[in-house]
């Protein structure tokens, strides 16, 4: 059996456009959907994309232990959630016109969320173009930018524990891809990574307390 | 021989399990906590360094000023070590009082987790490391921030929300300097350098339009914040970031000679005094006011360091010792109230509750006076130093600093008017017990502390004056 880095090795191929692409998607994603098997699915392929872009830069065994970090934050965020919806879906089946109501308002955020992530990967891409990162090739600045980004408005859009640590750990993934050009520290590395599950472990006890307080408090 | 170094950053994290563990015992884990923080705080004070400080066998525990840890370097200088002081014995005075008012808050681990980090960020070298502690630190805080049966705290959020945005300027400026270093010639590192510092202070410190954290953090059922958490945070927190960009400005005093620095600090300052007197004025809910009252001290801190002047950093130094008092007070009070009315702090829900709870009421009164920096309390000291200072050249912000402690002044009568009215009669109330005599010693012990430094500063002043005489990045 491969092992993960041999993994990476193998789909080095894809380290360049495609990885950027596949940021975009995934953090255009996770600005979009308020689904949260749809956003632990996007944050999970957000990490492996930034993994990929992550081996140009660093060693591929330390690309490949921030990926395991991102991806065990990614486990944290499903244990929680699939506990919270536990909670929640007696709730939701007692009354189902809320779900249809909810689901207008859904298209219209959703619209919304879409047109504001599409502005934003237009500025990325000018800032890109004009600001260049140094050490950086462009292909990962956009990335950075992107990320950071995507990262803010999600932060923005949002007061939920879950999208906000999606927003934070978004945007702490777009500085560590320019970062580790600059320090390629390994002690920094084992920092920011420590610093990103800190923050999951603090969302998700966030959400279990909102769940213990009976709210689920309604995005903006 | 053994680092006693390493002794005081990882004997709080050792002691934040032990605590943890010992939950269930509230009293015992809140005055571990306490006494925790209390001796580390006076060793700091006391023991001396490089030299031999206690004998364990063969094995001897030193407290060397420098230190090598897995490559990284810990250095100890006695501005690190006052300031370490500083947070140790704060924080014993602020687990003291939390072990009347929410003694099975996760505040007593996770504060002891918190000053181990701090205390890190002040030793470590480069400044990078630093940066990463302090942001682990504020995502820490977030547990013991979260108030029980309460929705998710918003400050919490908003605070380790800009505390992460902050992160990349900080760590960009390190690599930036280093570059400098190298090509001097190149004014475009510095100005890049001192725009990044200024901004990510500006986040930090919680600068206005920046500070909306601070007074969410003050609790209520609102924010979902728990306010000796927040009073953890708004001294012990503010008071390590404070420290950061003293040894920013140490590490790279070129950054403070960067032209206009001064100007723009003081209008920050200034702009933080405005908007907290204005808003605390118009409070109705006291950890707002508890919040706004922290906004205006750290304005106030920031007209001093825009001074230019190593009396400004006196005065800058003063406003970090003596605010505790205040806050912690403040805090203190608003937990016993809440915790009678199911965790509202707005006034209409806390109608007669001075009869109900007398000392929540009192330490509320007598922190909200220091933080309004009234005569004979603690946070007079350091505004009465500041107004004479400021008068002869610069007026307007001594007065404005003097209207904004008159804005806390009226939040706290509206508050006394609510307080001190025929009580309601309140179901939730029932289940709560009555403060005892330990929580009116616990009080009273420290109003007294309070009190007693308003009255008789001499034993601070002296600190303030030393911690300013050590820092040199200012050139006076």
């Known amino acids: ?190 920092l920011l990574g420590a610093v990103s599950f800190i923050i999951a472990l603090a969302m998700a006890y966030l959400r279990i307390a909102q769940l213990a307080a009976g709210g689920d408090e309604e995005e903006a | 021989m053994i680092e006693g170094l390493f002794l005081l950053l990882t004997l709080p994290l050792v002691m934040a399990g032990v605590v943890y563990v010992l939950r269930r015992w509230a009293s015992l884990s809140a005055l571990l906590a306490t006494c925790t923080a209390l001796i580390l705080g006076i060793a700091l004070l006391v023991l001396p360094l490089e030299q031999s400080v206690l004998s364990l066998g063969e094995r001897q525990i030193n407290i060397d000023g420098n230190v090598t840890f897995l490559g990284r370097e810990l250095v100890m200088e006695q501005t690190d070590r006052l300031a370490m002081a500083f947070l140790f014995l704060t924080a014993a005075g602020l687990f003291f009082l939390a072990w009347r008012f929410v003694p099975r808050s996760l505040l007593f681990p996770v504060g002891l987790s918190m000053l181990s980090l701090l205390s890190g960020a002040l030793l470590i070298r480069p400044l990078i490391y630093a940066i990463l502690l302090i942001e682990i630190a504020a995502a820490l805080s977030i547990f013991a921030l979260q108030a029980e049966r309460q929705p998710p705290t918003r400050g919490g959020l908003h605070y380790l929300t800009l505390t992460t945005l902050a992160l990349p300027g900080l760590l960009v400026i390190h690599w930036l300097m280093e570059r400098y270093a190298l090509t001097p010639d190149d004014k475009g590192l510095l100005n890049t350098s001192a725009i990044l510092l200024l901004f990510s202070f500006t986040l930090l410190l919680s600068v206005v339009p920046f500070h909306v954290w601070a007074p969410a953090v003050g609790g209520g059922k609102r924010d979902g914040s728990n306010p000796l958490a927040g009073a953890f945070v708004l001294t012990i927190g503010n008071g390590a970031i404070w420290f950061l960009l003293l040894n920013f400005l140490e590490a790279y005093p070129g950054l403070y000679r960067y032209p206009r620095l001064s100007s723009l600090v003081s209008n920050a300052g200034l702009a933080m005094v405005i908007v907290g007197g204005l808003l605390a004025s118009a409070q109705r809910r006291l950890g707002r006011l508890m919040g706004y009252g922290a906004l205006i001290d750290t304005g106030g801190a920031l007209i001093a360091l825009g001074m230019n002047s190593k009396a400004g950093l006196t005065l800058l130094f003063l406003s970090l010792l003596m605010r505790p008092l205040g806050l912690i007070l403040v805090a203190a009070g608003l937990s016993g109230l809440q915790a009678r009315n199911g965790g509202d702090d707005h006034l209409d829900e806390l109608q007669g509750l001075s009869r109900e709870a007398p000392w929540s009421t009192a330490a509320l009164i007598f922190g909200a006076l220091s933080v309004a920096g009234l005569p004979a309390s603690a946070g007079f000291v350091w505004r009465w130093a500041l107004y004479r200072a400021l008068s002869p050249s610069s007026p307007v912000p001594a007065l404005f600093l003097l209207l904004a402690g008159m804005g806390v002044m009226i939040g706290l009568w509206r508050a006394l008017s609510v307080l001190l009215s025929r009580p309601q009669v309140s179901e939730e109330s029932e289940d709560v017990p009555k403060e005892g005599l330990l929580t009116a010693v616990v009080v009273a012990v420290s109003i007294a502390a309070c009190v007693g430094i308003g009255l008789f500063p001499q034993p601070l002043a002296p600190l303030a004056t030393r911690l300013a005489e050590m820092y040199t990045f200012g050139g006076w």
């Open chain 1, 1 to 190: 059996m491969p092992t993960l880095v041999e993994i990476l090795a193998r789909v080095s191929f894809l380290a360049a456009m495609p990885a950027v692409l596949g940021v975009m998607v995934t953090a255009g994603l996770l600005v979009v959907s308020r689904d949260w098997r749809v956003n632990v699915l996007a944050l999970a392929a957000q990490y492996f994309f930034v993994v990929l872009l992550l081996t140009r830069q660093i060693r591929l065994e330390v690309a490949a232990v921030k990926g395991l970090i991102g991806w065990m934050i990614c486990t944290v965020f499903y244990l929680t959630e699939r506990q919270a919806s536990t909670f929640e879906r007696s709730a939701v089946a007692e009354d189902e016109s809320p779900a249809q109501r909810r689901r207008w308002i859904m298209s219209t955020r959703v619209a919304s969320c879409l047109l504001a992530a599409l502005l934003i990967a237009v500025v990325a891409y000018t800032a890109a173009l004009r600001f260049p990162l140094p050490e950086l090739p462009s292909d990962i600045t956009l990335a950075c930018y992107l990320l950071a980004g995507l990262g803010l408005l999600l932060i923005g859009l949002s007061g939920t524990p879950l999208q906000v640590g999606l927003g934070l750990l978004t945007f702490l993934s777009g500085f560590d891809l320019f970062y580790v050009a600059l320090e390629p520290s390994l002690a920094v590395a084992g």
